[in-house]
């Protein structure tokens, strides 16, 4: 063991080496260059967060400090991205589109690549075998309806609602009572049209621009009343025809080889002597067979009856008028026709007030040619 002594002037020797290292280095520093206003958030830390050892970090990548993440997306977890799907840098979306949330896709509908809209298509409003015109985007045809009248009482149809919205006023409309391209037309939006039967089913109302383009509606008619119909029979060797104010024919076609049957409703019977129905052409014997026209009373007419005669012979045409099926008026004419010869006669029925009047006229003769 070192003396006391010895042990106090180790001491001194350590501190005084001490104290001249310190005067010579001076004193120690450490610069920390930290956010004074920075608040460390202990529960900012996810224990279950994993970091993927695969993950990579774009160096092209740039935040883009406009981007706003919205609190309210919602990410739904059945969405699947298909690596098939490519953008066409040429698409636009328009900002004005509206998407309607009725609309249904048809998974059913395919489009036909080859179909063309023909802009320069013009539809004759006159000529009953034009095809059905594509509508057009800016025009909005508005029928009205549904509508309910009665027999005999004009009724009124409104298609006021329509517009065209290129500026252009609408000229005229034109009402389709049967859906068969056989027009009345006003150059108001308001019209009235009677049935003289009772009548169910649709009306269409077409609206051409100033360039002949179209679109139409249609609303469903209900007329009450009593169902009215004229029956119009030949006995003879003639072929019968019945022609309405619109110039609609019901009868032989002699050109086409058949029966026409353009009257609305209207039937074309023929019946052998037996009373039996028969088939009816152009190679039918027609003095072997009864021919019967019968059609309800939609319009008062006047209706044209022509008998053309195919041989001379002796006939007999009488026109019948039926109120709910019972005889309400007969009018019979007898006489001779001749080969190429033609008779006619025209009858006009009205039916107001559920009473059912009809009106037939004299005969007339053109002689054969």
């Known amino acids: 063991m070192l003396p006391a002594k010895s ?6 020797t350590v501190g005084l080496f001490m104290a001249v290292c310190f005067l010579w280095a001076g004193p120690v520093t450490a610069e920390v260059n930290a956010d004074p206003n920075a608040v460390v958030d202990c529960n900012d830390v996810d224990p279950n967060d994993v970091i ?13 400090p406009n981007d706003v993440i919205d609190p309210n997306d919602v990410i739904d977890p059945n969405d699947v991205i298909d690596p098939n799907d490519v953008i066409d840098p040429n698409d636009v979306i328009d900002p004005n589109d509206v998407i ?6 048809d998974p059913n509908d395919v489009i036909d690549p080859n179909d063309v ?23 909005y045809i508005d029928a009205g309806g549904p509508y309910l009248g009665t027999v005999g009482v004009p ?3 409104d298609g006021g609602n329509s517009l065209i919205y290129d500026g252009n006023d609408i000229d005229v409309y034109y009402w389709d009572w049967y859906m068969d391209k056989i027009f009345e037309y006003s150059n108001l939006p308001k019209y009235r049209h009677t049935w003289h039967s009772a009548y169910s089913g649709p009306i269409r109302l077409y609206v051409f621009d100033k360039h002949g383009h179209v679109d139409w509606d249609d609303a469903y008619v209900t007329i009450e009343g009593p169902e009215t119909v004229l029956l119009v029979e030949l006995e003879g060797n003639a072929d019968l025809h019945v022609y309405d104010a619109r110039q609609r024919h019901t009868g032989m076609n002699d050109q086409a080889g058949s029966v026409d049957v ?3 409703g209207a039937e ?21 067979v009864t021919q019967s026209i019968g059609f309800p009373l939609y319009a008062s007419g006047p209706y044209r009856i022509e008998l053309e005669g195919i041989e001379d012979s002796s006939f007999t045409l009488t026109v019948y008028a039926f109120q709910d099926g019972v005889s309400a008026a007969l009018r019979r004419y007898r006489g001779e026709i001749f080969a190429g ?7 006009t029925a009205t039916c107001f007030d559920e009473e059912l009047k009809m009106s037939a006229g004299t005969l007339s003769y053109d002689p054969a040619r």
Not at 341 to 347: D, F, G, L, N, R
Request: aromatic share 4%; glycine share 2%; net charge negative.
């Open 341 to 347: 010869e033609t008779i006619k006669t025209s009858v």
């Open 100 to 105: 309607d949330p009725n609309d249904v896709i």
């Open 268 to 288: 074309f019977v023929a019946v052998d002597a037996e009373g039996n129905e028969t088939p009816f052409s152009s190679e039918t014997v027609v003095a072997d």
């Open 52 to 64: 993927d050892p695969n993950d990579v970090i774009d160096p092209n990548d740039v935040i883009d």
């Open 155 to 157: 009724l009124e149809v």
């Open 117 to 139: 809209v023909d802009p320069n298509d013009v539809v004759d409003p006159n000529d009953p075998n034009e095809v059905e015109p594509p509508s057009l985007p800016y025009m």
């Open 262 to 264: 353009q009257i609305p």
């Open 7 to 12: 042990i106090g002037l180790l001491l001194f």
